[in-house]
């Protein structure tokens, strides 16, 4: 493509002041004119995703209108609270917490997700933990499959692959987490009259890293556009905690600590940015292998990958669908 920039980890780089700025001002319009909403909702965790989404919305509406939520529960790490309670305390924003705990065990979140462990590892139980895990997108042709890693009370590890039935009911199970977490959202922003600000960025909104009517629902989501390098730019720019930008982005639903990137991306969320920059904006592998670290056919099985989760998330990201046309609603 003629007058394309060489490509290189630069391409990411923000003017961080100017992108905070043209946010604030498309989230006072959206607010005023669209949603007609008086503030923002926003479930913090610890991370620097729903941090720098918080901070954004107290940059637009100011701390007054902002409502942060602490949605802990059993599985949770230790660090969610003690992080969600840093951003709070440095964005001077009013907090709620309630732990999902006691709902998750009325709607059998725990129960129907071990009963699907059990189904590959019998001896699972009570005082054991886990996480489900992919293979390395880099590391083979081979078709990835997920895995259950379980840690017994005694500190004992099994890995065991999971059949596609078993991983269905671990995943839908750990669902109900999210799509909790959005109810309690939901229910305070109509209390107060507020939106919901969705945390995802780029890199997870496009590839469906997000659960359907949980994470994923939201009135706006004023970071989806920036790919997860970009976040932490502004993250920095906007005096979010060095604790919570130091933190490894994680997924935060097991009870083993597990990355992103052993759950779903199989790459570090750097490299994972800059081939789906790449992917984007028609960079061929050959030119994205030496700023990635990865040689070039390993660049294509992520192009590869990219692509397939697209195609196999795209029902994450419909609307419901109609028979036929109803006609504007709301105009």
Not at 47 to 62: C, E, H, N, T, Y
Not at 204 to 210: C, P, R, S, V
Request: aromatic share 8%; proline share 7%; glycine share 8%.
């Amino acid at each position: 493509m003629s007058g394309r920039p060489p490509f290189s980890a630069a391409l990411l780089d923000l003017d961080a002041e100017r992108e905070v700025g043209r946010i604030g001002a498309r989230l006072v319009e959206l607010f005023a004119r669209t949603l007609r909403r008086r503030g923002a909702v926003v479930a913090v965790s610890g991370g620097i995703d729903s941090s720098v989404a918080a901070a954004l919305a107290v940059r637009a509406v100011g701390p007054e209108r902002v409502l942060a939520l602490l949605l802990p529960e059993r599985d949770s790490a230790a660090e969610t609270r003690t992080l969600g309670q840093l951003i709070v305390a440095r964005l001077g924003v009013e907090a709620i917490e309630e732990d999902i705990t006691p709902i998750l065990d009325a709607v059998g979140c725990y129960r129907r997700r071990d009963e699907a462990i059990r189904a590959v590892i019998p001896a699972y139980g009570p005082g054991w933990q886990c996480k489900i895990v992919l293979p390395a997108v880099t590391g083979s042709e081979a078709l990835r499959l997920f895995s259950v890693v379980v840690r017994s009370p005694a500190g004992e590890e099994v890995e065991a692959r999971l059949p596609h039935h078993a991983y269905l009911g671990v995943v839908a199970a750990s669902n109900f987490k999210q799509r909790v977490r959005k109810m309690l959202e939901y229910y305070h922003a109509d209390r107060l009259h507020y939106a919901v600000l969705g945390t995802p960025n780029r890199l997870e909104y496009d590839q469906g890293f997000f659960v359907k009517l949980g994470d994923g629902a939201a009135d706006v989501k004023p970071i989806a556009h920036l790919y997860k390098s970009q976040v932490y730019q502004l993250a920095a720019h906007l005096g979010v905690p060095e604790e919570i930008r130091r933190r490894p982005p994680t997924t935060d639903t097991y009870s083993m600590p597990q990355s992103q990137e052993e759950f779903y991306f199989s790459l570090p969320y750097r490299e994972m940015d800059l081939c789906l920059y790449g992917r984007n904006h028609g960079y061929p592998p050959a030119e994205v292998a030496p700023a990635v670290g990865l040689a070039p056919a390993q660049v294509e099985q992520v192009y590869r990958d990219i692509d397939q989760k697209r195609s196999t998330t795209r029902y994450q990201h419909l609307a419901p669908l109609l028979i036929e046309p109803v006609g504007e609603i709301g105009g």
